[in-house]
C-alpha cells in the first residue's frame, strides 16, 4: 500500500522540489520537511499530558492507566522511529537526484499520516496497530535499503567522503 500511495501522491500532487545543487541545501530542506513529521509526536504528548492530567490515579508517579499507558507508548515509540526517520532521510536527500527530491515531502507526509493512524488503531485495539506500524516501518526500511545500496553499491569511492 505505501508504494502506491507514494506513487499516487508523486504523479498527481501538483509540486515540485525547488532547486538544490548542493547537498547543504538538500540537508536543510529535509530538515524543514522533518519538522512537519514531528506533529504527530506533540500531539500525542500534549494528548498523553492531559490524560495524565484527568487520570483518576491517586499517586500521580504510581502505576499507569491504560489510557495514560497507551499515549505515552505512542509517544515514546514515535520518538525512536522519527530518529531513524530523520538519519535515513538527510541520507536518502544526499543521493536523490535533484528530479526526485519530491520525495522527501511526500515521505514525510507519509511518516505523519502512518503514526497518527498506528496512534487510532493502538487505541482502538492492540491487534490492530500491526497496520500503522507497517507503514511507518517498512518505508524507512526500504530508505535504509536504498542508503545502503548507494553507499556501497553505487558511490563506494565516496563512502568516507
Known amino acids: ?9 508523486y504523479v498527481f500532487l501538483p509540486f515540485d522540489a525547488p532547486l538544490l545543487p548542493t547537498v547543504s541545501a538538500r540537508l536543510v530542506y529535509t530538515l524543514r520537511c ?6 504527530p509526536i ?6 498523553s499530558g492531559i490524560s495524565r492530567f484527568c487520570s483518576s ?4 508517579f504510581g502505576e499507569l492507566q491504560q489510557e495514560v499507558e497507551i499515549h505515552r507508548t505512542y509517544v515514546s515509540q514515535s520518538v525512536h ?6 538519519f535515513n532521510m538527510a541520507v536518502l536527500a544526499t543521493y536523490l537526484p535533484q528530479e526526485v527530491l519530491k520525495l522527501i515531502p511526500l515521505l514525510t507526509g507519509l511518516f505523519a499520516i502512518s503514526r497518527l493512524i498506528y496512534w487510532l488503531s ?12 507497517s507503514m511507518t516501518f517498512l518505508p524507512l526500511l526500504a530508505m535504509l535499503l536504498w542508503n ?3 553507499m556501497f553499491i553505487l558511490e563506494p569511492e565516496n563512502l568516507l567522503a
Open 148 to 150: 545502503l545500496y548507494s
Open 42 to 47: 506533540v500531539l500525542g504528548m500534549i494528548v
Open 34 to 39: 522533518a519538522a512537519f513529521a514531528t506533529f
Open 122 to 133: 493502538y487505541a482502538i485495539g492492540r491487534s490492530f496497530r500491526a497496520f500503522g506500524f
Open 57 to 60: 490515579a491517586l499517586e500521580p
Open 81 to 86: 522511529l522519527f530518529i531513524l526517520y530523520f
Open 1 to 9: 500500500l505505501c508504494p502506491c500511495l507514494i506513487y499516487g501522491a
